[in-house]
């Protein structure tokens, strides 16, 4: 019976069901999040494992967030540009866009671009392993799956996270400084000044910590779904890895950006 | 007399309301080949990861070298854990690693041994193995065997005590499968761990264990040598050992003896009501020695040509079975009796011409083979056994079968 059919004919039955699944889900995810972060520090440190997916999550991002930042920057730049025009303002188009990019847009798209690119990858690596039996396998050599697996991935995404956030920042300002004061003619000096007056070091400060906040949802809600791809209810073997791949992405979108909302509020 | 490695007593182990193992007591000993056979579903899994200690029994202990599994402190537990290897039925290597990366996981995931030192023991199983040609390949690119191989060498890695096999040769071609329970006895000898396997490959499998255990209804149905297995008799037991012999009756058009016990059976309740019934006994004497001396397709094609004879000559309402190796039994309503000894009487008339049986493509001498038929009338008291053995005593010569390769003016 389906969920529409079922909820029609026992809705009681069906909210209390939907109820007790997310709630474990929930205790589930809870549990397996503070195993993968707990197990980082487990001795002995995996270092050249973590370096592995630093390489994977982060150096190979690095492209293509200047790409998406670049244009980002210059797209903004543009905007705000004949924006401020019309209240004569267009000096503060450096600010705007720093502040812009710094407290928001940089931690938001960094984490966007990378779900798009190593999130989704990682769901699938993890979600093959499980069903062709390596994690198993694992777990009967005594080689703990979560240590082994998923510990390098979440540290590696906290490292990398704000780092590439940092770079997004700095190639959106340069995007900015592109369409703004080389296409637009806006003066190169007012732009700069405005950018370093503006922009404090809590904004900074507030940018990495969504970032890194965005690393740990990111790293863990795709390793959840690659880890217990043999437990969904909707699908078995390939077909369960691509709606795995799926729902790691779209819950990743989702809770970055109710994160966000979340520490805006307290951070502002 | 060896030494008990893992004893499982009274294990029970429940999911939710269906009961998996129901008091299990059963002894793995150290060094030996110990077959575990089930069919599917009836727990040989939980059973494996019982021995790993991936699961705990509900009720019951299990004990390694005499030594309560519950009341190990946790680092024994690892400890232990280090000393068993699991090999799954689809072998599970790291597709991404290579074939060394794949050996050396264990090694350099539980160990501090130094990477030379690693390299060393990879090498000297790789060796061991016969796998010098592809160290740095990935599974994908090997054939199934070797992957096989691989995966055993991967559990053979830390020196285990005990491996556990989980269906090793399921869905593998006979030739394949022989290799993999040759592969195991032999690297079995050459290092020395306990071996658990789960298998279904009857009756192969028991050439190489020394021990087997039959896991049926959530219990132990037997254990003990495969000896001892074959000289049992129960028919839930049989219908496990024969299952080779029920492909052959298949074949041939036979059915299998567990029917013909069923059908026997109800003959002695229903006598009174539908006629009394007539047991027929047809053994052909000398089968053996075709299926030595020419092979086992060839006798196959001799039962198989006189079981469509005897199957032309009766109506459905009688039971033709494969009684044992030699011996077919015919379960004859008092309606058909006419028409059977019409048959033998057909067959008695053929004895002066002996039946010739052409088979292509062999060279050797001709092989004699007769072909003895007995009767006797099915008593309420006694059990088929006894009916079959009264028959086999009324048995008088029918026919000879002489099987010879191809000559011009024989029949086939």
Same mark, same amino acid.
């Given at each position: 019976?389906?969920?529409?059919?079922?909820?029609?004919?026992?809705?009681?039955?069906?909210?209390?069901?939907?109820?007790?699944?997310?709630?474990?889900?929930?205790?589930?995810?809870?549990?397996?999040?503070?195993?993968?972060?707990?197990?980082?520090?487990?001795?002995?440190?995996?270092?050249?494992?973590?370096?592995?997916?630093?390489?994977?999550?982060?150096?190979?991002?690095?492209?293509?967030?200047?790409?998406?930042? *670049?244009?980002?920057?210059?797209?903004?730049?543009?905007?705000?540009?004949?924006?401020?025009?019309?209240?004569?303002?267009?000096?503060?188009?450096?600010?705007?866009?720093?502040?812009?990019?710094?407290?928001?847009?940089?931690?938001?798209?960094?984490?966007?671009?990378?779900?798009?690119?190593?999130?989704?990858?990682?769901?699938?690596?993890?979600?093959?392993?499980?069903?062709?039996?390596?994690?198993?396998?694992?777990?009967?050599?005594?080689?703990?799956?979560?240590?082994?697996?998923?510990?390098?991935?979440?540290?590696?995404?906290?490292?990398?996270?704000?780092?590439?956030?940092?770079?997004?920042?700095?190639?959106?300002?340069?995007?900015?400084?592109?369409?703004?004061?080389?296409?637009?003619?806006?003066?190169?000096?007012?732009?700069?000044?405005?950018?370093?007056?503006?922009?404090?070091?809590?904004?900074?400060?507030?940018?990495?910590?969504?970032?890194?906040?965005?690393?740990?949802?990111?790293?863990?809600?795709?390793?959840?779904?690659?880890?217990?791809?043999?437990?969904?209810?909707?699908?078995?073997?390939?077909?369960?890895?691509? *709606?795995?791949?799926?729902?790691?992405?779209?819950?990743?979108?989702?809770?970055?950006?109710?994160?966000?909302?979340?520490?805006?509020?307290?951070?502002? | 007399?060896?030494?008990?490695?893992?004893?499982?007593?009274?294990?029970?182990?429940?999911?939710?309301?269906?009961?998996?193992?129901? $008091?299990?007591?059963?002894?793995?000993?150290?060094?030996?080949?110990?077959?575990?056979?089930?069919?599917?579903?009836?727990?040989?899994?939980?059973?494996?990861?019982?021995?790993?200690?991936?699961?705990?029994?509900?009720?019951?202990?299990?004990?390694?070298?005499?030594?309560?599994?519950?009341?190990?402190?946790?680092?024994?537990?690892? %400890?232990?854990?280090?000393?068993?290897?699991?090999?799954?039925?689809?072998?599970?290597?790291?597709?991404?690693?290579?074939?060394?990366?794949?050996?050396?996981?264990?090694?350099?995931?539980?160990?501090?041994?130094?990477?030379?030192?690693?390299?060393?023991?990879? +090498?000297?199983?790789?060796?061991?193995?016969?796998?010098?040609?592809?160290?740095?390949?990935?599974?994908?690119?090997?054939?199934?065997?070797?992957?096989?191989?691989?995966?055993?060498?991967?559990?053979?890695?830390?020196?285990?005590?005990?491996?556990?096999?989980?269906?090793?040769?399921?869905?593998?071609?006979?030739?394949?499968?022989?290799?993999?329970?040759?592969?195991?006895?032999?690297?079995?000898?050459?290092?020395?761990?306990?071996?658990?396997?789960?298998?279904?490959?009857?009756?192969?499998?028991?050439?190489?264990?020394?021990?087997?255990?039959?896991?049926?209804?959530?219990?132990?149905?037997?254990?003990?040598?495969?000896?001892?297995?074959?000289?049992?008799?129960?028919?839930?037991?049989?219908?496990?050992?024969?299952?080779?012999?029920?492909?052959?009756?298949?074949?041939?058009?036979?059915?299998?003896?567990?029917?013909?016990?069923?059908?026997?059976?109800?003959?002695? +309740?229903?006598?009174?009501?539908?006629?009394?019934?007539?047991?027929?006994?047809?053994?052909?004497?000398?089968?053996?020695?075709?299926?030595?001396?020419?092979?086992?397709?060839?006798?196959?094609?001799?039962?198989?040509?006189?079981?469509?004879?005897?199957?032309?000559?009766?109506?459905?309402?009688?039971?033709?079975?494969?009684?044992?190796?030699?011996?077919?039994?015919?379960?004859?309503?008092?309606?058909?009796?006419?028409?059977?000894?019409? +048959?033998?009487?057909?067959?008695?008339? %053929?004895?002066?011409?002996?039946?010739?049986?052409?088979?292509?493509?062999?060279?050797?001498?001709?092989?004699?083979?007769?072909?003895?038929? $007995?009767?006797?009338?099915?008593?309420?008291?006694?059990?088929?056994?006894?009916?079959?053995?009264?028959?086999?005593?009324?048995?008088?010569?029918?026919?000879?079968?002489?099987?010879?390769?191809?000559?011009?003016?024989?029949?086939?």
């Amino acid at each position: 019976m389906n969920l529409f059919l079922s909820s029609l004919l026992t809705p009681c039955a069906t909210i209390g069901r939907i109820v007790i699944e997310s709630t474990n889900a929930c205790g589930a995810y809870a549990i397996f999040s503070f195993q993968g972060l707990y197990k980082i520090f487990s001795y002995p440190f995996q270092f050249s494992k973590i370096l592995q997916q630093i390489y994977f999550i982060g150096a190979k991002s690095v492209s293509i967030i200047a790409l998406v930042a *670049l244009f980002t920057g210059m797209v903004m730049g543009l905007q705000l540009y004949y924006t401020l025009t019309q209240f004569g303002s267009e000096g503060a188009l450096g600010s705007a866009l720093a502040l812009s990019l710094v407290r928001e847009l940089g931690p938001v798209l960094t984490a966007i671009m990378i779900i798009g690119r190593a999130g989704s990858s990682m769901t699938a690596e993890i979600g093959i392993m499980r069903i062709s039996e390596q994690i198993d396998a694992l777990d009967t050599m005594a080689i703990d799956p979560v240590r082994y697996l998923i510990s390098p991935k979440i540290a590696a995404s906290l490292i990398s996270f704000p780092l590439l956030t940092a770079l997004y920042d700095v190639v959106g300002i340069i995007g900015g400084y592109l369409a703004g004061v080389v296409l637009l003619g806006l003066n190169k000096g007012i732009y700069f000044y405005r950018v370093e007056t503006s922009v404090l070091m809590q904004d900074v400060t507030g940018g990495f910590i969504k970032s890194i906040v965005f690393a740990f949802l990111v790293s863990t809600i795709c390793s959840y779904q690659g880890y217990f791809t043999h437990m969904r209810p909707d699908g078995f073997g390939a077909k369960g890895v691509g *709606l795995a791949t799926t729902s790691a992405v779209v819950m990743s979108c989702v809770s970055i950006l109710i994160a966000d909302y979340v520490l805006t509020s307290i951070l502002l | 007399m060896p030494k008990p490695l893992v004893q499982f007593k009274n294990v029970t182990k429940r999911f939710g309301n269906r009961t998996i193992l129901d $008091g299990i007591n059963l002894t793995i000993y150290e060094g030996e080949i110990t077959t575990i056979i089930g069919k599917s579903g009836v727990g040989k899994s939980v059973f494996l990861k019982h021995i790993i200690g991936l699961l705990s029994p509900d009720e019951g202990e299990i004990l390694f070298m005499g030594q309560r599994f519950a009341d190990m402190n946790r680092k024994q537990q690892q %400890m232990l854990k280090n000393k068993c290897s699991y090999m799954f039925q689809h072998n599970a290597l790291f597709d991404s690693l290579t074939v060394f990366e794949n050996i050396a996981l264990p090694l350099r995931e539980r160990t501090r041994l130094p990477s030379s030192e690693i390299k060393a023991q990879v +090498m000297d199983k790789i060796e061991q193995l016969e796998l010098m040609e592809v160290p740095y390949k990935y599974p994908t690119q090997l054939s199934g065997g070797m992957q096989k191989r691989v995966a055993l060498a991967r559990a053979l890695i830390n020196n285990p005590k005990i491996v556990l096999f989980d269906e090793p040769t399921t869905g593998l071609d006979p030739i394949r499968k022989n290799a993999v329970l040759t592969m195991i006895a032999h690297y079995q000898q050459q290092f020395n761990f306990s071996a658990v396997l789960v298998s279904h490959d009857i009756p192969d499998v028991f050439y190489i264990s020394d021990r087997i255990a039959i896991i049926d209804d959530a219990k132990i149905l037997f254990q003990g040598t495969p000896t001892e297995l074959e000289q049992i008799d129960q028919p839930v037991i049989n219908q496990f050992i024969h299952s080779l012999d029920l492909l052959k009756e298949d074949l041939t058009g036979l059915t299998n003896r567990h029917t013909l016990e069923q059908a026997f059976t109800k003959a002695q +309740m229903s006598q009174q009501v539908s006629g009394p019934f007539s047991l027929i006994s047809l053994t052909i004497l000398g089968l053996a020695a075709i299926t030595s001396h020419i092979g086992a397709i060839a006798a196959h094609h001799v039962l198989e040509n006189f079981a469509h004879a005897w199957q032309g000559a009766i109506s459905s309402q009688t039971i033709i079975a494969r009684y044992d190796e030699l011996t077919a039994v015919a379960l004859v309503p008092a309606a058909e009796v006419r028409q059977v000894e019409g +048959m033998l009487q057909a067959l008695s008339n %053929m004895s002066q011409t002996a039946q010739h049986f052409t088979i292509p493509g062999y060279g050797g001498d001709d092989i004699t083979a007769t072909l003895l038929a $007995g009767a006797v009338p099915v008593r309420a008291s006694d059990s088929l056994e006894q009916h079959v053995a009264d028959a086999r005593n009324q048995q008088t010569p029918l026919t000879t079968i002489i099987c010879s390769g191809p000559r011009p003016g024989s029949i086939s």
